[in-house]
Nanobody, 122 residues
Framework: VQLQASGGGLVQAGGSLRLSCAAS????????MGWFRQPPGKEREFVAA?????YYADSVKGRFTISRDNAKNTMYLQMNSLKPEDTAVYYC???????????????????WGQGTLVTVSS
């Protein structure tokens, strides 16, 4: 499975961006998919994930929306009301684990995209 993330860029605080993650290869609509981010100088952190349900980090709840188009093998992250603290490299990931229980854990994921930089200016 190969994952290609795109859609990052520079945006002012309060603005919006939509990230995309295109999956190719031996992927499946039953696999869980997630977004993680790594702010400058910090550890990678969970942002959002989806499989049977959707899950969000508290810091993005109400502002970000995760979705997927299984026909296109593509996952999205709509980011609204962006804040400077959302600045990070955003990674998409996919897991073959057949449960929603571990979707917030980076080490549950089998495949990772290359990352796309989101910069939010104040």
């Amino acid at each position: 499975v190969q994952l290609q993330a795109s859609g990052g860029g520079l945006v002012q605080a309060g603005g919006s961006l939509r990230l995309s993650c295109a999956a190719s290869g031996r992927t499946s609509s039953t696999y869980g998919m997630g977004w993680f981010r790594q702010p400058p100088g910090k550890e990678r952190e969970f942002v959002a994930a989806t499989r049977r349900s959707t899950y969000y980090a508290d810091s993005v709840k109400g502002r970000f929306t995760i979705s997927r188009d299984n026909a296109k093998n593509t996952m999205y992250l709509q980011m609204n009301s962006l804040k400077p603290e959302d600045t990070a490299v955003y990674y998409c990931a996919q897991t073959k684990i057949n449960t929603d229980s571990y979707l917030t854990a980076p080490n549950a994921y089998d495949y990772w995209g290359q990352g796309t930089l989101v910069t939010v200016s104040s």
